[in-house]
């Protein structure tokens, strides 16, 4: 006989079972929806276009490190070719070590006081394939990417103050701590939410502090500190390959449409404006500084046409997204011009900047710093400078130059203070005459 009580029992109970079933599969599939909306708008803010753009971008910054190695390479002697190219392709490693460790976490992560970021991105946690940091619309590891190949070229361009005379071992521990306590820092000031970018308002597009002045200021303290080549004044030591130190600089131009135009961090207009100015800079500063060279030395010399091309991307740089074409004249002639007899006054101050990098980067980057501050105009980047009413602009500009030059000078000199006693900076006497090529590196460039 059946039981109805019993049935109606369990009956009961197989309804609330079977309801809170329901109940829960309704709620997994809200949820799992909800969560599939998060992920979709997650996606719905990457753009393929800037994307791609970025991407392109991140390859062009990354190829100016070894153009840089041939612009350097050509313009020492033919012993010390191979220990030149190096120091630049070397960086390409430690740095990008450091970078994903702990570097960019210091540049970019959650800012502490305005003065370095926190560790929430230490070993790259919590960056992946989401949309990056300040609202952009790319990938926040291609954002990461992007800021690495900064980092990168900015300790190999020191490199050109102490060519021919620093020991491999000691750069490689020097490459670790600058990009710690130097770049990082004033990478987080300019660019991270730091006092220079977010307190000061100071602009800075592409690297006039963060990578030129920071690199001229730590070229100064390296050429002082280290000391001159061994002969230095009494004999020549003329560049070995200027077509290498050429074809450096063409590679260094190629690159820095990425460099500049890609600080955008989207395929806009801005990016369109920073890559025409860019160009335009170039070619006036090539212009600048082969008229002076031509007026003081009476011939216009490739070198010192391969010198203008730099110092125009140089100065360009903070102010690409900034100023328009008109202005991008005026700021790559007089860099040109500037940058020229900055690197003559080295002989009369005595110090033994090898490559240049005191007269064109610090010298390029300062006066491309502070013409922002005059040039620029809220018609191009919503900004104006002191020629378009806004004389704020140029005061911001000027204490960031100030604050960038002494930061970098002095941290550096005590790096590098700390490496002269405890490692030693130079090679032997015997090993700068034989050339870093065979002494550090047993290799010749050419056989």
Known sequence: ??????????????????????????MFIMNAGAF????????????????????????????????LALFYGGMVRSKNILGTVMQ?????????????????????????NFLIGG??????????????PYGTTIPHYLFMAFQLMFAIITPALITG????????SSYLVFLVIWITIVYCPLAHWVWGGGWIGAKLKALDFAGGLVVHISSGAAAL???????????????????HNLVLTLLGAALL???????????????????????????????????????????????????????????????????????????????GAIAGILCYFAVNLKSLLSYDDSLDVVGV?????????????????ASVGGVSGLFFGNPQALTAQIISVIAAWLFAFTVTAIILKVLDMTMGLRVTEEGETLGLDLSEHGERGYS
């Open 1 to 26: 006989m059946r039981n109805f009580n019993n049935e109606k029992r369990y009956g009961f109970k197989d309804k609330i079972l079977k309801s809170s079933t329901l109940s829960l599969l309704a």
């Open 36 to 67: 599939a909306q998060e992920a979709e708008a997650a996606v719905s803010q990457i753009d393929k276009g800037d994307t791609a753009w970025i991407l392109i971008s991140t390859a062009l910054v990354m190829l100016m490190t070894p153009g």
């Open 88 to 112: 630049s392709f070397v960086a390409l490693a430690v740095v990008t070590i450091v970078w994903v460790l702990w570097g960019y976490s210091l540049s970019f992560g959650t800012d502490i």
């Open 119 to 132: 560790f929430d991105y230490i070993g790259l946690r919590n960056v992946g394939m989401e949309s990056g």
């Open 161 to 168: 103050a102490f060519a021919e005379r620093f020991k491999f």
């Open 221 to 239: 303290a390296a050429a002082l500190i280290v000391g001159k080549r061994k002969g230095y004044g009494q004999v020549a030591m003329p560049p």
């Open 253 to 331: 131009w190629f690159g820095w449409f990425g460099f500049n135009a890609g600080s955008a961090l989207a395929s806009n207009g801005s990016a369109a404006n920073a890559f025409v100015v860019t160009h335009i800079a170039s070619a006036a500063a090539i212009l600048g500084w082969l008229a002076v060279e031509w007026i003081h030395k009476s011939k216009p010399t490739a070198l010192g046409a391969a010198s203008g091309a730099v110092a125009g991307l140089v100065a360009i740089t903070p102010a690409a997204g900034f100023v328009g074409p008109l202005s991008s004249i005026a700021i």
């Open 361 to 377: 980067h610090g010298v390029g980057g300062t006066w491309g710093a502070i013409a922002t501050g005059l040039f620029a105009s």
